[in-house]
Nanobody
Framework: QVQLVESGGGLVQPGGSLRLSCAASGSIFSIDAMGWYRQAPGKQREPVATFTSDGSTNYADSVKGRFTISRDNAKNTVYLQMNSLKPEDTAVYYC???????????????WGQGTQVTVSS
């Protein structure tokens, strides 16, 4: 199987910064796409920042200019640098990946367990 493990969440004041990490491990041949989603209480899970299969990035309008997604392909790890955090950024942040597995045809879809980000004064 494949496992995604997130880390880096926590409590910060408005205007503060956090960096999230997500490491993929297991029977991985290649990662086709990888990124971050979030879900606030009472809200639907939504994409925040993603790498697509062609290597381009997509950001939600609400985070553009404040968040930056990056990756280390050799380590199968993706990061989310979050600056100028606002209370409305409070959510559980989930790592997502579409992965080509060893000895398995096609792409498989995986979620991490989530990491809590709380922005409050």
């Amino acid at each position: 199987q494949v496992q995604l493990v997130e880390s880096g969440g926590g409590l910060v004041q408005p205007g503060g910064s956090l960096r999230l990490s997500c490491a993929a491990s297991g029977s991985i041949f290649s990662i086709d796409a990888m990124g971050w989603y979030r879900q606030a209480p009472g809200k639907q899970r939504e994409p925040v920042a993603t790498f697509t299969s062609d290597g381009s990035t997509n950001y939600a309008d609400s985070v553009k200019g404040r968040f930056t997604i990056s990756r280390d392909n050799a380590k199968n790890t993706v990061y989310l640098q979050m600056n100028s955090l606002k209370p409305e950024d409070t959510a559980v942040y989930y790592c997502n990946a579409r992965i080509r597995r060893l000895s398995v045809s096609g792409l498989s879809f995986y979620w991490g367990q989530g990491t809590q980000v709380t922005v409050s004064s």
